[in-house]
């Protein structure tokens, strides 16, 4: 591949065997897409592709990560409103027959739905820390440290003291989405159950609130640390590499001519209409 689409607050730019995802800056793009700036995501990472029509003249073109390969997305567990969703471009509808395309191409080297056995997309970069509703959370990637607010913080975790975890202490991240009525980033150890349930009350856990811990701060942290977490659990067993389906000079025949339609329609330039062909014949 090697092209580019380009929709509402990202941009798609297609590789070999990855996606680099490039969000937009500005006031009306999620807080969310421009705390993580880009992502690389393998197709090894994704499970399939959908189109779909959208809202007020758009279609929708997602990718359905595999499950246990992207931290971003197992700690949100499936917290994320439609319209923060890392995997989704909304493009105008005037360009669906170009994401069609791309759609189809995305699904020819997809490895399936099958879990995957280690991250395949890294954590984000940051932020790698917040102010939380009853302290402030930090993380250097090697331990997370909780300071407790005198105002915020209740005399559970007054007493208890600030908080130093290693990450070799850690079994994994429960965050609920400050978005929600119980909203909480807590830390879980390797062995054993949470010192108390109540999230307000655990000194491995801190609060959200109003303009406390927003989503586009404390998931990415989230995510960084039980990224680190499961870098240092036991190591999992390399997975095996599946390979794509080969495909048939039917189908390579039909994506030519598809092409062709796309090039003579206006939507693929000279020169990419040019490339992606001679990558398609490289495939007979």
């Known amino acids: 591949m090697g092209d580019v689409l380009a929709g509402f607050h990202a941009a798609w730019e297609f590789g070999s065997d990855s996606v680099l995802i490039r969000y937009e800056r500005g006031i009306r793009t999620p807080k969310l897409f421009q705390a993580l700036g880009e992502r690389r995501v393998p197709l090894e990472a994704i499970a399939g592709v959908a189109l779909t029509p959208g809202r007020r003249g758009t279609v929708v073109l997602r990718a359905e990560p595999r499950p246990g390969a992207d931290p971003l997305m197992e700690a949100a567990a499936g917290q994320l409103t439609e319209g923060c969703d890392p995997y989704r471009l909304v493009l105008p509808a005037?360009?669906?027959?170009?994401?069609?395309?791309?759609?189809?191409?995305?699904?020819?080297?997809?490895?399936?739905?099958?879990?995957?056995?280690?991250?395949?997309?890294?954590?984000?970069?940051g932020p790698r820390r917040f102010k939380a509703?009853?302290?402030?959370?930090?993380?250097?990637?090697?331990?997370?440290?909780?300071?407790?607010?005198?105002?915020?913080?209740?005399s559970a975790k007054w007493k208890a003291g600030d908080q130093s975890f290693p990450v070799?202490?850690?079994?994994?991240?429960?965050?609920?989405?400050?978005?929600g009525p119980e909203g909480h980033l807590r830390l879980l150890p390797r062995d054993g159950e949470p010192a108390d349930p109540r999230a307000d009350q655990d000194p491995a856990a801190v609060i959200f609130g109003l303009g406390y811990g927003p989503v586009h701060e404390s998931l990415p942290f989230a995510a960084a640390v039980l990224a680190a977490v499961r870098e240092r659990g036991a190591a999992a067993p390399a997975p095996v590499a599946v390979p794509g389906p080969r495909r048939d000079p039917a189908d390579i025949a039909e994506r030519i001519r598809h092409l062709g339609e796309l090039h003579q329609a206006g939507l693929v330039t000279d020169e990419e209409f040019s490339s992606k062909k001679a990558q398609l014949l490289a495939e007979l």
Not at 99 to 107: G, I, T, W
Not at 133 to 139: H, M, N, P
Not at 168 to 179: C, F, K, Q, T, Y
Request: hydrophobic residues 35%.
């Open 133 to 154: 509703y009853d302290g402030k959370a930090s993380f250097d990637g090697t331990s997370v440290r909780f300071r407790w607010s005198r105002t915020g913080a209740s």
């Open 94 to 125: 005037d360009r669906e027959s170009l994401a069609a395309y791309y759609a189809d191409e995305l699904r020819a080297g997809l490895a399936g739905p099958e879990p995957a056995g280690r991250y395949l997309v890294a954590a984000p970069e």
């Open 168 to 179: 070799a202490g850690l079994g994994g991240v429960e965050w609920r989405s400050p978005e």
